[in-house]
């Protein structure tokens, strides 16, 4: 029902937790791996693996969905794990129930500022202390599922056939693959995906999420990431 776009850079310690997990899932699911590590890794419950002589960071993994022969697809990070067996199910349900050409499903996401900021200033979360919520808001696990404008690429869950909104002949967003998908899927279009309420408590974090090596620890993360949404969003 599901291919699983694994990804696997300097955390191989987690991927047979991963793995485990996922072939524990009470929906089938194929699972592919692009490996940016310098080692190789071998497990024969692995439907497909790529071993990249070089680091190619997070867009790569969606080359490998062109392979897929499933109604679904998911990208899946490294430094996480599904800790319900009916993740994936609850994934299905909640997209099929509210399902528009182009939409995806995750657990984490962010609504941009009017000015298509990724990140509130320091002003507006201070405005937030009294209750007033102004600029960029991000959401994870929520109370009710809620509208996004870009799921964060952890886990973003969305059909198959939803590919051919995606161009794939581009010149690589290595580090932004979330927002560039997020973009496509929804045609530039605001609010269109969902972060779900169906995966509280469904998540587990594991090692490696916040060392140097992440993404996210870059020194100029924050600007990078508002330019990205300026580029592949329109304003409201």
């Given at each position: 029902?599901v291919?699983?776009?694994?990804?696997?850079?300097?955390?191989?310690?987690?991927?047979?937790?991963?793995?485990?997990?996922?072939?524990n899932?009470?929906?089938?699911?194929?699972?592919?791996?692009?490996?940016?590590?310098?080692?190789?890794?071998?497990?024969?419950?692995?439907?497909?693996?790529?071993?990249?002589?070089?680091?190619?960071?997070?867009?790569?993994?969606?080359?490998?969905?062109?392979?897929?022969?499933?109604?679904?697809?998911?990208?899946?990070?490294?430094d996480?794990?599904l800790?319900?067996?009916?993740?994936?199910?609850?994934?299905?349900?909640?997209?099929?129930?509210?399902y528009?050409p182009?939409r995806?499903?995750?657990f984490?996401?962010?609504?941009?500022?009017n000015?298509?900021?990724?990140?509130?200033?320091?002003?507006?979360?201070?405005?937030?202390?009294i209750?007033?919520?102004?600029?960029?808001k991000?959401?994870k696990?929520?109370?009710?599922?809620?509208?996004?404008?870009?799921?964060?690429?952890?886990?973003?869950?969305?059909?198959?056939?939803?590919?051919?909104?995606i161009?794939?002949?581009?010149?690589?967003?290595?580090d932004?693959?979330?927002?560039?998908?997020?973009?496509?899927?929804?045609?530039?279009?605001?609010?269109?995906?969902?972060?779900?309420?169906?995966?509280?408590?469904?998540v587990?974090?594991?090692?490696?999420?916040?060392?140097a090596?992440?993404?996210?620890?870059q020194?100029?993360?924050?600007?990078?990431?508002?330019?990205?949404?300026?580029?592949?969003?329109?304003?409201?």
């Amino acid at each position: 029902m599901v291919t699983v776009l694994l990804l696997n850079y300097k955390r191989v310690e987690n991927i047979p937790i991963i793995i485990d997990a996922l072939k524990n899932q009470t929906v089938e699911c194929k699972i592919f791996l692009w490996n940016n590590a310098e080692e190789e890794f071998k497990d024969p419950r692995l439907d497909l693996v790529v071993h990249s002589s070089k680091n190619l960071k997070c867009w790569a993994r969606w080359s490998m969905a062109s392979y897929a022969d499933t109604p679904y697809v998911m990208s899946h990070d490294d430094d996480m794990v599904l800790s319900s067996p009916e993740s994936l199910q609850h994934l299905i349900d909640t997209l099929e129930n509210n399902y528009v050409p182009g939409r995806a499903i995750g657990f984490n996401g962010v609504n941009l500022g009017n000015d298509l900021s990724y990140y509130p200033s320091d002003r507006q979360k201070s405005i937030r202390k009294i209750g007033i919520t102004v600029g960029a808001k991000h959401h994870k696990f929520p109370k009710k599922n809620t509208r996004v404008d870009i799921l964060k690429g952890r886990l973003i869950f969305f059909k198959t056939a939803d590919l051919e909104r995606i161009p794939m002949h581009i010149e690589p967003e290595e580090d932004i693959d979330d927002i560039f998908i997020s973009s496509y899927l929804a045609q530039r279009n605001r609010k269109h995906h969902i972060v779900t309420s169906a995966l509280n408590n469904k998540v587990e974090e594991l090692s490696g999420g916040s060392e140097a090596m992440a993404l996210s620890q870059q020194s100029n993360w924050e600007n990078y990431r508002t330019q990205a949404a300026k580029k592949y969003f329109k304003n409201s």
